[in-house]
């Protein structure tokens, strides 16, 4: 293509005049471009145009991210799963988004398979809890569980491995595929749990336990054993933004404890992106 040739060209123009045109004009190209400013990175042994050019995929992916992300947004139903992977593809941009999505498809079949002769919530939960923790093998990442690697879900489908995160997002996402009903997603003092009511029993599921039950009491006894607010109204539930939000802000903080600066800056800027998206979003579940 023409236009791209002339604008890999003028790259390694210093003059900051230029660098803005150019960089508008890759951006509105958007994806079609990456193909090839990759091939003109390995092409070039000019460091100063690498990196230019590695400044430019990444933008061109956050622009592309940010959007999935607001439209997404915008939907009525806002869905988890296509919200985690177009998150996932920030870092990595060429995700095989099909591959995970049949992954994670096979669990909700086999584990609603599973669940075919349970009747009660109770009982599917107990039943959920077998399948994911002892047929699956899904287990918490214990020796690096603020590991950027620990917060995405692709990664625990691959690896069984999650923090408290990751393995709560995927129960939660089974048991709402499941038609589970009463539960929702809260946070409390950093832990992520599964809170179960419907009128009568309430109760909280807890992932990174293996699926551990906490009576309300026993929760609300904890939080004043460690002087912390025991009203648990006082706990929000998570909506979907709100989680995404969560996330992002999780994995901006974790590349930036592992060394990966830029990693890190890159989801500071999808961040305040998402902050003037979701403006309202709330955290109610019904945001």
């Known amino acids: 293509m023409e236009q791209v040739r002339s604008l890999l060209a003028l790259l390694d123009d210093p003059d900051p005049a230029v660098q803005a045109a150019v960089e508008e004009a890759f951006l509105s190209l958007g994806e079609e471009a990456i193909p090839h400013l990759e091939a003109y990175w390995f092409a070039t042994e000019d460091a100063y145009v690498q990196k230019r050019i590695e400044h430019l995929l ?3 992916t956050l622009e592309r991210v940010a959007m999935m992300l607001y439209q997404w947004r915008e939907g009525l139903t806002q869905p988890l799963w296509p919200a985690l992977m177009a998150v996932a593809r920030l870092q990595y941009p060429s995700l095989p988004q099909e591959k995970y999505t049949t992954q994670y498809s096979r669990l909700v079949h086999k584990a609603w ?3 075919s002769s349970a009747y009660t919530p109770l009982d599917k939960l ?3 809890n077998q399948y994911l923790f002892q047929r699956e093998e899904l287990s918490p990442e214990i020796t690096r569980p603020r590991h950027p690697l620990a917060y995405y879900v692709h990664h625990l489908l691959e690896s069984r491995r999650g923090n408290s995160f990751s ?3 995927l129960y939660y996402l089974i048991a709402r595929d499941l038609e589970i009903e009463g539960l929702s997603l809260v ?4 832990r992520y749990l599964l809170r179960y009511y419907d009128g009568d029993l309430h109760f909280y599921v807890d992932p990174y336990q293996r699926g551990m039950f906490i009576r309300a009491e026993e929760l609300k006894a904890l939080l004043t054993r460690l002087s912390l607010p ?3 109204a006082h706990y929000p539930l998570l909506s979907p933004p709100y989680l995404i939000m969560r996330l992002v802000a999780h994995l901006e903080k974790a590349y930036e404890q ?3 600066e830029n990693a890190a800056q890159l989801h500071g800027r999808l961040r305040e992106r998402l902050l003037a998206q979701f403006s309202g979003g709330g955290t109610s579940e019904d945001a």
Do not use: F, K, P, Y
Request: charged share 10%; hydrophobic share 45%; net charge negative.
């Open 167 to 169: 393995l709560s997002v």
């Open 58 to 60: 990444e933008t061109i």
């Open 258 to 260: 592992s060394g990966q």
């Open 187 to 190: 946070a409390i003092q950093g």
């Open 113 to 115: 398979l599973t669940l």
């Open 126 to 128: 107990l039943g959920l």
């Open 230 to 232: 025991d009203n648990l």
